[in-house]
């Protein structure tokens, strides 16, 4: 299994940038694939990107362009770039992990919040 722990959260101005980093206790190569989700206050978990095990990324329409995912296998470690953010971008983020033959993401970590202020 791949136990993720997220970091790299914090507080930016609206237009600025982060990285976020998704360190994982397993090999991320022994698992299907790696995603990023967020959640604001009051709303339901949402996808954002998504990597699997051979390197094809999956976005949310509305992430395109803006967010960019990439994983370093030698680090166990999957990244989220997240660009020109917006106070609405504003949510914990989570990251996830899926194993090979599993419908659904299965282990996840706690989080790191992102705030962007105007």
């Known amino acids: 299994q791949v136990q993720p722990v997220e970091s790299g959260g914090g507080l930016v101005q609206a237009g600025g940038s982060l990285r976020l980093s998704c360190a994982a206790s397993?090999?991320?190569?022994?698992?299907?694939?790696m995603g990023w989700f967020r959640q604001a206050p009051g709303k339901e978990r949402e996808f954002l990107a998504s990597?699997?095990?051979?390197?094809?990324?999956t976005y949310a329409d509305s992430m395109r362009g803006r967010f960019t995912i990439a994983r370093d296998n030698a680090k166990n470690t999957v990244y989220l770039q997240m660009n020109s953010l917006i106070p609405e971008d504003t949510a914990i983020y989570y990251c996830?992990?899926?194993?090979?033959?599993?419908?659904?993401?299965?282990?996840w970590g706690q989080g790191t919040q992102v705030t962007v202020s105007s």
């Open positions: 996830a992990s899926r194993r090979f033959g599993k419908p659904d993401y299965d282990f």
């Open positions: 990597i699997t095990w051979n390197g094809i990324t």
């Open positions: 397993g090999r991320i190569s022994s698992s299907y694939a």
